[in-house]
Structure formats: C-alpha cells, structure tokens
C-alpha cells in the first residue's frame, strides 16, 4: 500500500518560515508535489518537482517565498516556505505521480497518490 508521510506543519508568525516534509513508500514515481487547501476554499497546486532532471515548477503566488527540493533514491520532498503570509494558511498535502512528463504537473487529478495532509496556519 502506497503511503505518504507528511510532517512539520504548525503555527507561525507572518514573515516567519517552516518547513515541511513528506515521504514516500513506493519507488516508481516520478515526480511529487504540494497542494493546499484553505477552508472554503479549492485545492490548489503550490509546487511540484520531478526526478526526471529535477525541474521545478511553482504557482506565481509562493515563487520566491517557498522552495521545494528532494531525494529522489529516498522518495522524499520537501517544501521551505519562508516569508511566510497569512494566506498561505491552509492544508497541505503531499502528491506524488507516476507520470514522467512534466504534462498536468499542476493538476490535481494528474496525481496518482495523496498524503493526509498537515496543517499550515500563518497568525500573530
């Protein structure tokens, strides 16, 4: 059975960081990503980064505040979010995809495995 391990959410102060990881137990994918979902709100793609040469691609609203980086041989991810705002509060869940290209990456239904998610929440 597929599994996605997520770990490091919690709260912190505007302008603080956190980092977040996730690993997987299954070595066939090819690439993984971030999602979040605020209350009331849809899942939206963050970020996301494939073994394949490992290209990232970000959503315009976290690029140059979060970085995700990875180990490939280990299947593991992680998300730095710095600069943090109180918008980025939100769900975060892990993906992962069997997919070698880089088609859909920001989709959520071009992900084959999700993590529980961890809870983000950026407050003073």
């Known amino acids: 059975q597929v599994q996605l391990v997520e770990s490091g959410g919690g709260l912190v102060q505007p302008g603080g960081s956190l980092r977040l990881s996730c690993a997987a137990s299954i070595f066939s994918i090819n690439s993984m990503g971030w999602f979040r979902q605020a209350p009331g709100k849809e899942r939206e793609f963050v970020t996301a980064i494939s073994w394949s040469g490992g290209t990232t691609v970000y959503a315009d609203s976290v690029k140059g505040r979060f970085a995700i980086s990875g180990d490939n041989a280990k299947n593991t991810v992680y998300l730095q979010m710095n600069s943090m705002k109180p918008e980025d509060s939100a769900v975060y869940y892990c993906?992962?995809?069997?997919?070698?290209?880089?088609?859909?990456?920001?989709?959520?239904?071009?992900?084959?495995?999700w993590g529980q998610g961890t809870q983000v929440t950026v407050s003073s």
């Open positions: 993906a992962a995809r069997r997919a070698f290209s880089l088609a859909g990456i920001t989709l959520r239904g071009a992900y084959d495995y």
